[in-house]
C-alpha cells in the first residue's frame, strides 16, 4: 500500500503529519517513510535512526569525445533544451539545463556523446527500532527535482515488499515533482489549513489529484485557525475530510524541537487514529 | 530601482504575510511579483484585480496523428520518458509524462508525430488595494518549467518598475532550493529571509542561505516566531552572525497572522497590534539598507 503526503503549498503541517503518523502506524505493521520534498527534507529531524545504506544519485548527461566529433552540429540542432552548443570547435554540454532524452548522444553519427552519469543528490536510508526512513537530498543549485525522485521510489519498490505500508512525503507545490510523488500511489492524502491560503492552494492540489485520476481526502491541520471556508469547499465538492487536527501551541512548540506529537497530545493521537482507520478502509 | 527577495526555504514561515504588509505600507512607490507560481497566494491579500491575463507556453508534447502511423514502435523505443504507450493497438503519448524532447518526432519513419506547444499557466497584472501594480501568474496543474514562470514575472516586474519610475521592487520568493527560487532571486539587492525558530526552520535557513551566497546577495533575516524555542532561536542567531547576515528583528508566536489571513487583511490593515508596529519597523530597516 502505497500513500502519499501532499500539500498544495508548504507550511501546512505535511512533515508534521507524515513522520507522527509513519511512527504511530510502524507500531503495528512494517512501515518505510519517505522524504520525497528533495529540495528540503527535514523528516530526518524528527526521527532517530542508523544509516544502513546510502548512495549518490546520478542523472544521465552526455559527454563530449573530440577525437571522432566530425563538428557536424547536429547535436546543438537536436536538443530541444539548449544543454548542448556549439562553439568555434567545440562543443559544450550544461548539464544542469539537460533533461536525459539521449537524444543528442543516440544521434552523433560518431558517437561522440556518449551519456556519462553526472551527481545531482544522495540517497540516504535510515532505520529505527521499527520503522525504514528512506530520504531524497537534492545537491544545492541542482534544478531537476523528478530524476531524484523517481530513483527513491524506485529505491523503494526494489527494497520493500508489496505488504509493507510506504508513505511518500512529497514536495509543496502542483508541478512535476509532486506529480512525480503522487502518481503511483494507492491514496494521496491532502494536509491543508482553514485560511484563505489554504483553501486556494487546497482547490489547486485537488485539480491536479483529478487531472491524475488519483483517489485522495483531506486532512484540516490547525482547525479552528481560520475560518470554515475548506470545510464548506470539501462538502460542497463531496471531498472526505478524513481529520481534523486542532490548532494547538503546544504542537508548533514540539515541532520546534523536532519532537513527535502523538506520544504527547492525546487529539493529535485521535487524529492519527483515524487517518489510520480511514486509509486502512480505502484499500 | 532596489529589488529585495523574501524567501524561506521553508512554508509557513510567514513569508507572504511579511511581503503583502511591506507592500501595503510602500503603496503606489512600490511594484509587488508574487514569484511563488506553484501556490501563489499573494492576490488574496492584497486584492489584486486581474485587470490583463496573458496565457503562458513553454515545452511541448508529442501528438501522434493516428491516421497516419503505422504503429512501428520506433518511437516507444527511444522514448526515455515512457510516455508512449500502446493502447488498443495504438500508439499513444500520455502528456503527463512527456517532456517534449522531440526525440520520438525525429525518428518517426513516416512523419506521424507532431509537436504541439503547450500552455502551462497564466502570467497577470493587477492592480492591488494598496494601488501599487502586481505582476502575478499561476501554474497549471501537472506542469513544468515553473523556473521560467517565474523567470518571467520577475522580468515583466522589473520592467514595470523601471517603466514607471517606482523606488521598490518586493517580490515574493519561490520555495525550496531548485530552479524556481534560483530564477526568483537573480539580480536582487537584497534577499530577506524569513525563518522560524524551529529544528527544520533553521535546517532549511542553512540550505537556503547557501544558495544566496553562491549568487552573492546581501542578505537580512527576520526570525519568527522565536519564542516557540529559544535555544533553536540563539542557533540562529549564532549562524546568522558567523554569516554575518543582518537579523532585522525577531517576533513572538502569534496568532494576528492567521486571524488577518482569515479576513484577507494584511497586519497592517488588521488593526493596531505589536506586531503591526514590528512590521513598520522592520520595513523602514529593509529600505534602510535597500538605499545605503
Ligand atoms: S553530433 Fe556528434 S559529431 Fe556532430 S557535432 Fe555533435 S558530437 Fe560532434
Ligand atoms: S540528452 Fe537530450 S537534453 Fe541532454 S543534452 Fe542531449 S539532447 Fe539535450
Ligand atoms: S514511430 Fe511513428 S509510425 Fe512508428 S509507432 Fe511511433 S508514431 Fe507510429
Ligand atoms: S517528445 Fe520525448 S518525451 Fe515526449 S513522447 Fe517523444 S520521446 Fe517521449
Known amino acids: 500500500m502505497k500513500i502519499t503526503i501532499a500539500s498544495g503549498k508548504g507550511g501546512t503541517g505535511k512533515t508534521t503529519i507524515s513522520t507522527n503518523l509513519s511512527s504511530y502506524l510502524a507500531k503495528e505493521a512494517d512501515v518505510v517513510l519517505a522524504d520525497l520534498d528533495v529540495e528540503e527534507p527535514n523528516s530526518k529531524l524528527f526521527i532517530e535512526g542508523n544509516l544502513i545504506f546510502e548512495k549518490a544519485c546520478d542523472k544521465m548527461v552526455p559527454q563530449w569525445k573530440k577525437e571522432e ?50 551527481k545531482i543528490g544522495e540517497l540516504k536510508h535510515f532505520k529505527t527500532e521499527n520503522l525504514d526512513f528512506v530520504e531524497g ?44 510523488a503522487s502518481r503511483g500511489s494507492d491514496f494521496v492524502i491532502l494536509v491543508t489549513e482553514s485560511t484563505p491560503f489554504g483553501l486556494n492552494d487546497l482547490k489547486l492540489a485537488v485539480e ?51 519532537e513527535l506529537i502523538y506520544p504527547k497530545i492525546q487529539e493529535f493521537e485521535t487524529a492519527l487514529k483515524q487517518i489510520a482507520q480511514f486509509v486502512g478502509g480505502v484499500k | 530601482m532596489k529589488e529585495v527577495v523574501i524567501i524561506s526555504g521553508k512554508g509557513g514561515t510567514g513569508k507572504t504575510s511579511f511581503a503583502a504588509s511591506f507592500a501595503y505600507l510602500e503603496k503606489e512607490n512600490a511594484v509587488i ?112 518549467n515553473s523556473g521560467k514562470l517565474v523567470a518571467k514575472v520577475k522580468n515583466e516586474a522589473k520592467k514595470l518598475t523601471l517603466a514607471n519610475k517606482k523606488e521598490f521592487l518586493i517580490v515574493d520568493g519561490s520555495p525550496g532550493v531548485g530552479c524556481p527560487v534560483i530564477s526568483s532571486l537573480s539580480g536582487a539587492d537584497l534577499a530577506l529571509l524569513v525563518t522560524e525558530a524551529t529544528v527544520s526552520g533553521l535546517h532549511d535557513l542553512k540550505r537556503v542561505y547557501k544558495l544566496v551566497k553562491s549568487f552573492n546577495i546581501e542578505a537580512a533575516c527576520i526570525i519568527n516566531k522565536y519564542d516557540l524555542n529559544i535555544d533553536v532561536t540563539k542557533e540562529i542567531e549564532a549562524f546568522l552572525e558567523e554569516e554575518d547576515i543582518t537579523l532585522i528583528t525577531k517576533i513572538a508566536y502569534d496568532e494576528t497572522f492567521a486571524k488577518a489571513l482569515s479576513q484577507a487583511k494584511t497586519i497592517i490593515e488588521y488593526g493596531d497590534s505589536s506586531l503591526k508596529t514590528e512590521i513598520e519597523k522592520s520595513w523602514q530597516y529593509i529600505k534602510n539598507i535597500l538605499r545605503s
Open chain 2, 33 to 144: 511579483a508574487d514569484c511563488d507560481v506553484d501556490a501563489a497566494n499573494m492576490h488574496l491579500l492584497l486584492e489584486a484585480d486581474f485587470r490583463y491575463q496573458e496565457d503562458f507556453y513553454s515545452g511541448e508534447i508529442a501528438v501522434i496523428d493516428e491516421e497516419n502511423c503505422i504503429n512501428c514502435g520506433e518511437c516507444k523505443e527511444v522514448c526515455r520518458f515512457d510516455a508512449i504507450h500502446v493502447i488498443d493497438d495504438q500508439h499513444r503519448v500520455d502528456p503527463i509524462s512527456c517532456e517534449g524532447c522531440w526525440y520520438c518526432s525525429r525518428v518517426c519513419p513516416v512523419e506521424a508525430i507532431d509537436m504541439k506547444t503547450q500552455k502551462v499557466g497564466d502570467f497577470y497584472l493587477s492592480m492591488t488595494k494598496a494601488q501599487s501594480e502586481m505582476v502575478h501568474a499561476k501554474l497549471g496543474f501537472a506542469a513544468e
Open chain 1, 69 to 118: 566529433c566530425t563538428l557536424c552540429g547536429n547535436c546543438e540542432e537536436v536538443c530541444r533544451f539548449n544543454a548542448v552548443i556549439k562553439v568555434g570547435d567545440e562543443i559544450l554540454v550544461f548539464p544542469e539545463l539537460c533533461h536525459s532524452c539521449y537524444a543528442c548522444s543516440e544521434l552523433c553519427p560518431t558517437e561522440s556523446l556518449p551519456m556519462m552519469p553526472q
Open chain 1, 137 to 180: 537530498r537534492l545537491d544545492i543549485g541542482e534544478e531537476q527535482a523528478v530524476p531524484l525522485i523517481s530513483q527513491v521510489i524506485e529505491y523503494i519498490d526494489e527494497k520493500f515488499s508489496q505488504d509493507t505500508i510506504k508513505l511518500f512525503d512529497a514536495p509543496p507545490g502542483t508541478s512535476c515533482p509532486v506529480i512525480e
Open chain 1, 208 to 258: 491536479t489529484m483529478r487531472v491524475l485520476c488519483q483517489k485522495f481526502g483531506v486532512v484540516i491541520n490547525r482547525h479552528g485557525i481560520g475560518d470554515n471556508g475548506v470545510e464548506e469547499y470539501c462538502n460542497a465538492e463531496g471531498i472526505p475530510i478524513i481529520a481534523k487536527i486542532p490548532n494547538d501551541r503546544r504542537v508548533a512548540e514540539l515541532y520546534s524541537k523536532g
